[in-house]
């Protein structure tokens, strides 16, 4: 791409705060990412962040474990709470101007979320660590991602994973699989392509906002210009060509 997007939104889970720890939160793998978060910054890209809590929490196991949905959610939100808390203390650390905005209302320890106040953030050139998902159980961070990328009229959603961008199958079972370049919405729900959940693939959809995905190591590497400069480095998901695959996994 020629130019840079004027606003991202990018999507973490919250194992890439683990680290080499297994569970929890890192500080070294937060000053790491906050290290790629800051290079955005500087190219003058408006940045919003939101962040799961997998490494803390996830409430869809304790619903397998007999506990009822709803509170479960509850918690897997809240963890999202302690994950932004902690980027933002990195990020501080970094002199990089920020604030954590929560779906759910914690007014000690974060900003209630605010779409205009949101907006005004990122014009101002701080950036904003979305919490608390959705606010709603029975949606996921990923959902949270689209809708909050579609509220603040993003031109690009960023989603980190441990792979390199989308494939057929799955790349850490199959070595075999199949890496595409690009590929449209439409195929990816029809696949049922476990990138995202279907509500945030439709989301980003009928709003036209491009979805990148690539690997969360390049956040550890200093390397998030690449990713914005060269699509190779994972799998667009847009409107345009459809399934274009790429080489296979050489391993």
């Known amino acids: 791409m020629s130019t840079f997007p004027k606003r991202i939104l990018l999507k973490l889970s919250g194992e890439t705060l683990i680290g080499n720890q297994g569970f929890g939160i890192q500080q070294?793998?937060?000053?790491?990412?906050?290290?790629?978060?800051?290079?955005?910054q500087q190219l003058g890209i408006q940045l919003g962040i939101v962040i799961g809590g997998g490494n803390i929490f996830r409430g869809i196991n304790l619903k397998a474990n007999g506990m009822p949905r709803v509170p479960a959610d509850h918690m897997g939100m809240l963890a999202t709470l302690l994950n932004g808390i902690a980027l933002q203390q990195a990020l501080i650390s970094l002199e990089v101007k920020t604030c954590v905005m929560s779906a759910l209302d914690c007014p000690k320890v974060a900003e209630s979320y605010q779409w205009s106040k949101a907006l005004q953030y990122l014009e101002e050139g701080v950036v904003v660590i979305f919490v608390g998902g959705t606010g709603n159980p029975y949606f996921t961070t990923d959902t949270a991602a689209a809708l909050r990328a579609s509220e603040i009229q993003a031109n690009l959603l960023l989603k980190a994973t441990k792979v390199d961008g989308i494939y057929n199958q799955d790349p850490l079972k199959n070595t075999q699989a199949v890496k595409?370049?690009?590929?449209?919405?439409?195929?990816?729900?029809?696949?049922?392509?476990?990138?995202?959940?279907?509500?945030?693939?439709?989301?980003?959809?009928?709003?036209?906002i491009p979805i990148f995905v690539f690997n969360m190591k390049r956040l550890f590497e200093n390397?998030?210009?690449?990713?914005?400069?060269?699509?190779?480095?994972?799998?667009?998901?847009?409107?345009?060509?459809?399934?274009?695959?790429?080489?296979?996994?050489?391993?």
Do not use: F, P, W
């Not at 070294?28 to 955005?40: G, N, R, V």
């Open 223 to 251: 390397r998030l210009d690449h990713v914005l400069t060269d699509y190779s480095h994972g799998t667009l998901v847009d409107d345009g060509e459809i399934g274009h695959e790429a080489n296979k996994l050489d391993r």
């Open 28 to 40: 070294q793998a937060c000053l790491q990412i906050t290290k790629s978060i800051q290079q955005i």
């Open 180 to 208: 595409y370049d690009r590929i449209s919405y439409s195929q990816v729900l029809a696949e049922k392509l476990q990138v995202m959940d279907a509500t945030a693939i439709a989301l980003c959809r009928n709003h036209q």
